[in-house]
């Protein structure tokens, strides 16, 4: 019998993790540096690998991933893939990254998942079924915006710091905390699992939120994504608890 597809999601993310921690903190071969962001070749490895382990067990689907297209494009299955979400963060030695893994069905999100090797803490989400951090459920907060911890995503040009910068400046005093840690994923992972409150960032690729996006849906939460207005091809996100309303703050 086929593996289920969770299953195999769980799998794949844990053996890219464990790449990661072994080589966590050691010198590494870069592919790129650009003045806001780095490719590593373990960026590339990490998601050979998940390839590897996802299209072995179900060789009839697609995958899209920040390392590139592979499989039958023309499946109605697409995993789309961040094999380091936190890439500079990793690079400096900072332990806050992770892998993201999402499955979608005729354009439906069907599954995600999120793993942080560094804290063995696996999240976990299928349609319909809930969210769960470590086989436990998970739930968004009840926050507000007064009592709320937010963060912010800063991408890799000028004109997505930019946008950020002003959405610092519109949000930060209205709320508790504003943070900005440098995973895209885990921040949606975090959100759904009621540690923080919303997120914001004006660029960002769909690989980042695929998985996050639908923990964030099955833990109660809300994310609304739009085209981006400072990078075509990109997206924009607020996630929210959905009590914490950011698009009004920035808005004001
Ligand atoms: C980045 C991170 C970051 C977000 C950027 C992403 P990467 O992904 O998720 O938090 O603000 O927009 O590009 O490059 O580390 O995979
Ligand atoms: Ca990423």
Same mark, same amino acid.
């Given at each position: ?173 209205? @709320? &508790?905390?504003?943070? $900005? ?7 949606? /992972? ?5 540690? #923080?409150? %919303? ?25 609304? @994504? &739009?085209?981006?207005? $400072? ?7 607020? /996630? ?5 309303? #950011?698009? %009004?703050?920035?808005?004001?």
């Amino acid at each position: 019998m086929a593996e289920s597809f969770i299953d195999t999601a769980i799998r794949a993310a844990r053996a890219a993790g464990a790449l990661l921690r072994e080589n966590f903190g050691t010198e590494l071969s870069v592919d790129a540096m650009h003045d806001h962001d780095i490719k590593l070749e373990l960026d590339v490895r990490s998601q050979e690998l998940i390839t590897q382990i996802l299209l072995e067990a179900h060789p009839e689907h697609a995958l899209f991933g920040e390392e590139g297209v592979t499989g039958d494009q023309d499946s109605a299955y697409q995993w789309i893939v961040d094999p380091i979400d936190g890439t500079v963060n990793y690079f400096y030695s900072i332990p806050h990254f992770c892998v993201s893994i999402g499955l979608q069905h005729q354009g439906q999100r069907i599954l995600g998942v999120v793993y942080d090797p560094m804290l063995d803490e696996l999240f976990q989400a299928q349609r319909g079924q809930g969210a769960l951090r470590n086989g436990v459920p998970i739930h968004v907060s009840r926050r507000s915006l007064g009592d709320a911890v937010i963060t912010i995503g800063f991408s890799k040009d000028k004109a997505s710091i930019d946008a950020g910068l002003e959405h610092y400046r519109q949000i930060a005093y209205s @709320v &508790r905390k504003t943070r $900005v840690f440098g995973s895209a994923a885990l921040a949606l /992972a975090y959100i759904a699992s009621g540690r #923080l409150d %919303a997120y914001i960032e004006e660029q960002i690729s769909i690989w980042d939120i695929a998985a996050g996006w639908l923990l964030i849906e099955e833990a109660g939460g809300m994310v609304e @994504v &739009r085209d981006s207005p $400072v990078k075509p091809g990109t997206q924009a996100i607020i /996630a929210s608890n959905g009590v914490v309303d #950011l698009a %009004a703050v920035s808005r004001a």
